[in-house]
């Protein structure tokens, strides 16, 4: 049994080395700095009655890998809560 894992340990640490290094999706490209804003309109139910909702978020994007940002929501029509 011993001889089996030592060989399987031998042939995973040969795999390991011999491997193809790994491409990243994004590449070697210069890193890309951008801003977003995503504008809003939902419509749902609070207290058995439609309600609309108005908002959105705003924020930066980080090397298209990091997103930072705010977002939030009004109540659009009146409904008393």
Excluded at 38 to 48: A, D, G, Q, V, Y
């Amino acid at each position: 049994m011993k001889v089996i894992m030592s060989g399987l340990a031998l042939l995973g640490l040969v795999l390991i080395i011999t491997a193809a290094p790994v491409e990243s999706l994004v590449g070697k490209q210069q890193e890309t700095y951008g801003a977003f804003i995503r504008p809003e309109l939902k419509i749902t139910p609070i207290k058995s009655k439609t309600a609309e909702l108005f908002g959105g978020a705003l924020g930066t994007v980080v090397g298209r890998t990091l997103y930072l940002g705010l977002g939030g929501y009004g109540l659009v029509n009146s409904i008393s809560a």
